[in-house]
Nanobody, 115 residues
Framework: QVQLVESGGGLVQPGGSLRLSCGAS????????MGWYRQGPGKQREFVAVIYRDGMTGYADSVKGRFTVSRDNAKAAVYLQMNSLKREDTAVYYCNAIINYANFWGQGTQVTVSS
């Protein structure tokens, strides 16, 4: 049974930084794309960032230049460095990964940007 577990969320002031981590556990033979989504209050879940197996990355326009996604294949982990945070970044952030050719989600971690 494969599981994704996020950590690193919390409360931060506008302009601050946070680093989210997500680790996969279980019987893993293949890891494909890994990335992050978020769901703000009263909003639908939206794409934030993706990192492909070859290391190429993609970002939502709203976070380009502020967020950086990275991965450690040896640890089956994906990270999201979030800088210059804005109030509108407040959301539950979900890790997503293609593992063993199946799509998995983490349970989510709350990020709140407020003064």
């Amino acid at each position: 049974q494969v599981q994704l577990v996020e950590s690193g969320g919390g409360l931060v002031q506008p302009g601050g930084s946070l680093r989210l981590s997500c680790g996969a556990s279980g019987s893993i033979s293949s890891i494909g794309n890994m990335g992050w989504y978020r769901q703000g209050p009263g909003k639908q879940r939206e794409f934030v960032a993706v990192i492909y197996r070859d290391g190429m990355t993609g970002y939502a326009d709203s976070v380009k230049g502020r967020f950086t996604v990275s991965r450690d294949n040896a640890k089956a982990a994906v990270y999201l460095q979030m800088n210059s945070l804005k109030r509108e970044d407040t959301a539950v952030y979900y890790c997503n990964a293609i593992i063993n050719y199946a799509n998995f989600w983490g349970q989510g971690t709350q990020v709140t940007v407020s003064s």
